[in-house]
């Protein structure tokens, strides 16, 4: 089905009915959000049957059954945000299958000055793929994200990648402009796509190995290493938290996506926006999800996927995965706020009159806090 971005909102004037723009949301051709009508919503939405919500301080947030793929509750889940070291999800789930992860790489220079939050790279040919992969997911290492771009064939080509794989899950809020997730003007997710992303991460095991390590030796000049270790502060302490990943920046404030196992049922828990500490508010709203699973009426649901399209060999070059063809109806995927088109139908009383306008990032070690501008370890 093809997907387009419809945001409209009617207002009343003198008789007259207008149609004006309103912020751009995910929607399917028939104009409801995806995943259901009721995530169109900014306030808080929540299963019939439920108990009461555990409170949160987070813009927006949603709880669903990774399972299912049921929604039980969110609170403005298609609202676009600064995702922050969340958007490294992405990063993963885009250059697993991507890359061969015992490949040897060597870092640029220019990805071990990377700002923010970082493994401590050295360009040095001492690094596995492997290696980077966990310090992107367990130590947010902006560097090591940057040198995954590089193994990729480049920021330019691993920032199509990424886009191209949030169409195909059909995160369509998420628009990637960093491998990192520092902050860049017109970079966006929701809550809604971190959730949708995390669950098509969590099918890949070597996903689920990197997010869920806890403690793991990192490569160093001379043969030597160190230990890098998670920044989730609910590994080992949340019972059968999996992963995934925090991220904070100033501007984007506190952001994670979190998921853990029960009794062979999944729940996972996004939240976006949060000024203080989400660490308690996430327990509260796992345990709310693990007790409302299965019975309460589910406000919307986790999309499936857009079916993969075969592999192209390019001449010369290795096997690329076609980007999926151009939808026609569907707006520019690279500002946070689409407006595709506005319809203002006025009606007269003496007559019948129509017509249409048509409108649209200190370097850290792990354990270090962040600093004002930094991504780091979210409060």
């Known amino acids: 089905m093809g997907m387009k971005h419809v945001a409209v909102a009617t207002t009343l004037i003198g008789g007259l009915a207008f149609v004006t723009p309103v912020q751009a949301r995910a929607a399917s051709d028939d104009g409801a959000p995806i995943g259901g009508v009721m995530l169109g919503q900014r306030g808080v939405v929540v299963g019939t049957?439920?108990?009461?919500?555990?409170?949160?301080e987070a813009s927006s947030f949603l709880v669903a059954d990774a399972d299912t793929g049921q929604?039980?509750?969110?609170?403005?889940?298609?609202?676009?945000?600064?995702?922050?070291?969340?958007?490294?999800?992405?990063?993963?789930?885009?250059?697993?299958?991507?890359?061969?992860?015992?490949?040897i790489i060597k870092p640029s220079q220019d990805a071990c000055n990377v700002e923010g939050s970082a493994v401590g790279l050295t360009p040095n040919k001492i690094y596995k793929v492997h290696d980077l992969l966990r310090a992107l997911m367990m130590v947010s290492g902006n560097d090591a994200a940057v040198a995954l771009a590089e193994a990729n064939g480049g920021l330019a080509r691993t920032l199509a990648d990424m886009n191209a794989e949030a169409k195909r899950l059909q995160a369509l809020d998420t628009v990637a402009k960093t491998p990192n997730g520092l902050d860049q003007p017109g970079q966006s997710s929701s809550a809604y796509d971190l959730a949708l992303i995390?669950?098509?991460?969590?099918?890949?095991?070597?996903?689920?190995?990197?997010?869920?390590?806890?403690?793991?030796?990192?490569?160093?000049?001379?043969?030597?290493?160190?230990?890098?270790?998670?920044h989730n502060r609910l590994l080992g302490k949340y019972p059968g938290m999996i992963g995934v990943k925090n991220g904070y920046t100033t501007k984007a404030l506190g952001s994670f996506v979190g998921a853990a196992r029960r009794d062979g049922h999944t729940i996972i828990v996004s939240v976006m926006r949060h000024e203080g500490s989400f660490w308690g508010e996430v327990q509260e709203l796992l345990d709310w999800g693990f007790a409302a699973r299965g019975n309460v009426q589910p406000v919307g649901t986790l999309v499936a996927p857009v079916p993969k399209v075969k592999p192209t060999k390019p001449v010369g070059g290795p096997a690329r995965v076609a980007p999926a063809p151009a939808r026609p109806v569907e707006a520019a995927h690279d500002s946070p706020v689409v407006g595709i088109?506005?319809?203002?139908?006025?009606?007269?009383?003496?007559?019948?009159?129509?017509?249409?306008?048509?409108?649209?990032?200190?370097?850290?070690?792990?354990?270090?806090?962040?600093?004002?501008?930094?991504?780091?370890?979210?409060?």
């Open 341 to 379: 088109g506005a319809l203002v139908v006025a009606v007269g009383l003496l007559g019948g009159v129509a017509w249409v306008v048509y409108g649209v990032r200190r370097r850290s070690r792990p354990g270090a806090g962040p600093r004002p501008g930094d991504e780091g370890v979210a409060p």
């Open 198 to 230: 995390a669950r098509a991460g969590l099918a890949s095991a070597d996903f689920r190995e990197y997010v869920g390590t806890k403690i793991a030796k990192f490569p160093a000049p001379e043969g030597k290493h160190y230990e890098i270790a998670n």
């Open 71 to 103: 929604i039980l509750a969110a609170k403005d889940p298609h609202g676009r945000h600064a995702p922050a070291s969340t958007l490294k999800i992405l990063t993963a789930v885009t250059l697993i299958p991507r890359l061969d992860k015992n490949k």
């Open 49 to 56: 049957g439920a108990k009461p919500l555990p409170k949160s």
